[in-house]
């Protein structure tokens, strides 16, 4: 399921995103309902409101797909400089309910799930999804549960799930 829903992500964010954009313009919701909308989804699976959800979000997205060399690449970054939605759900990763959980036991160290991870791939010697002694960027401010790394994993060892559930949550070391 998690790995349909990573895979559609792109498809998700427009219905949502447009949405959310008819909804405040042309429907008059206040962005103070929007705000509290994504603290709310932020309590609940963290940062997600930014590449699941957010207009701005989607307009980046499209500019950095259509973009012919890297100009946006890091696009997500700036906007968010500026967005309380984005402070306050990013540190709610470390809270929320649903988190990115790792499984020692079957991890086979193949390192898929690094290679996906777009924080990882800044940052090379500060984050891993599976190495220990290094920072877990599931749990970092910046992680908008793009869930690629959970789409990667080839067996399962990476779950977005309940923390109540059984996998283990890595955390720094
Ligand atoms: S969801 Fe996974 S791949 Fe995406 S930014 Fe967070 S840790 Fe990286
Ligand atoms: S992709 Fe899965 S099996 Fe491979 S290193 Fe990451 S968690 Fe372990």
Redesign the pocket.
């Known amino acids: 399921m998690t790995r349909i829903l990573s895979k559609n992500r792109i498809y998700i964010l427009i219905i949502l995103g447009i949405m959310i954009y008819a909804g405040v313009s042309r429907y008059h919701i206040s962005l103070w309902w929007v705000l509290g909308f994504g603290v709310f989804v932020g309590i609940i699976w963290g940062k997600v409101f930014c590449r699941w959800m957010c207009p701005i979000g989607l307009m980046m997205e499209l500019m950095m797909k259509l973009s012919p060399d890297d100009t946006f690449k890091n696009m997500y970054q700036y906007h968010k400089i500026g967005c309380p939605i984005a402070w306050i759900s990013g540190f709610l990763n470390k809270f929320s309910f649903y988190r990115?959980q790792f499984n020692q036991v079957s991890c086979k160290n193949c390192g898929l799930c690094d290679k996906?991870?777009?924080?990882?791939s800044i940052d090379q010697k500060k984050f891993s999804?599976y190495q220990p002694k290094m920072v877990n960027?599931?749990i970092n401010y910046s992680?908008?549960?793009?869930?690629?790394?959970?789409a990667e994993c080839p067996n399962g060892s990476l779950s977005y799930k309940p923390v109540l559930s059984s996998f283990k949550i890595k955390n720094n070391h």
Not at 116 to 120: E, K, S, V
Not at 143 to 150: A, G, I, N, P
């Open positions: 990115i996906a991870c777009y924080l990882t999804l960027p599931a992680c908008s549960k793009c869930l690629s790394c959970v």
